[in-house]
């Protein structure tokens, strides 16, 4: 099931690079213009249509945990070398 979800975002992704979006500008951009120019999904009805049709509610809110369980567990590297 979360193949799937990654299996379409990889498609979309090299749908809109064949399309040469964002190619014409900075790479640090890239992602700016493949996601936030013209949005994948819109409105919150769709967005929830969209993991529900990848993922149960369960599995999204097991995911969250682990991701925040992660994030304020293990500080990013980049934020060590700020520090100092």
């Known amino acids: 099931m979360e193949r799937n979800m990654l299996v379409e ?5 090299v749908s809109k690079l064949k399309d ?3 190619l014409d500008d900075y790479g ?15 409105g919150t009805y769709d967005a929830k ?3 529900e049709s ?3 509610v369960f599995m999204l809110l097991h995911k969250y945990r682990n ?3 992660i994030i304020l567990e293990k ?5 060590l070398v700020l520090k100092k």
């Open 49 to 51: 249509k969209w993991i």
């Open 28 to 42: 640090c951009d890239l992602h700016h213009y493949l996601w936030n120019v013209d949005y994948y999904i819109i």
């Open 75 to 79: 500080p990013i590297p980049i934020l």
């Open 20 to 22: 040469r979006i964002g």
């Open 54 to 56: 990848h993922m149960s």
């Open 67 to 69: 991701m925040k369980m």
């Open 9 to 13: 975002i990889a498609e979309e992704t």
